[in-house]
T-cell receptor, first 111, second 117 residues
């Protein structure tokens, strides 16, 4: 079993819908949680960064962490076709250094 | 400011050949990471360096893989001999230490798509 599990999708939604993504993990030592966005044939880029449990909002994006359930989520409001990409969750035990990634969820936002 | 630079962008080679992938991190960054991405296994960390010193190479799949960082602005990942199962996209990423929060970010290059026939 992988340390970080993520549904591969694809997840197809109409433009303007809310996109809901999540990851589960097994290692309770993870403290820092990230979401990366990867466009086709590009490298991943950091989208959201959170520490420990709680919510963080940045524009149309909201990240949630529930450490008691070992579950993290990313919500994209008012989704746009430009949000079509693969979203990878990542986490580590201490700031920086070795990240453990989920397998990624492919999202398609249809106009 | 240029991001992480990788070369070549695409590499097609035959089984048994030596392959060398190159990476130039963002200037001033002191951490460098090599990842491999496949459909089956996702994004896997192979090795990372801090101040040009290898810190953790536990992700290197086998002795056919080696990585070097002779200076702060250049790193190579070598596969010798290459095998078809090495076909993947290889990413290099760099990071600047000493900061926390959202600035504690790994910046990825565009990747090298390797195909071993």
């Amino acid at each position: 079993q992988k340390e970080v599990e993520q549904d591969p999708g694809p997840l197809s939604v109409p433009e303007g819908a809310i996109v809901s993504l999540n990851c589960t993990y097994s290692n309770s030592a993870f403290q820092y949680f990230m979401w990366y966005r990867q466009y086709s044939r590009k490298g991943p880029e950091l989208l959201m960064y959170t520490y420990s449990s709680g919510n963080k909002e940045d524009g149309r994006f909201t990240a949630q962490v529930d450490k008691s359930s070992k579950y993290i989520s990313l919500f994209i409001r008012d989704s746009q076709p430009s949000d079509s990409a693969t979203y990878l969750c990542a986490m580590n035990k201490a700031a920086g250094n070795k990240l453990t990634f989920g397998g990624g969820t492919r999202v398609l936002v249809k106009p | 400011d240029a991001g992480v630079i990788q070369s070549p962008r695409h590499e097609v080679t035959e089984m048994g050949q030596e392959v060398t992938l190159r990476c130039k991190p963002i200037s001033g960054h002191d951490y460098l990471f090599w990842y491999r991405q496949t459909m089956m296994r996702g994004l896997e960390l192979l090795i990372y360096f801090n101040n040009n010193v290898p810190i953790d190479d536990s992700g290197m799949p086998e002795d056919r893989f080696s990585a070097k960082m002779p200076n702060a602005s250049f790193s190579t990942l070598k596969i010798q001999p290459s095998e078809p199962r090495d076909s993947a996209v290889y990413f290099c990423a760099s990071r600047l230490s000493g900061t926390r929060g959202s600035t504690d970010t790994q910046y990825f290059g565009p990747g090298t798509r390797l195909t071993v026939l």
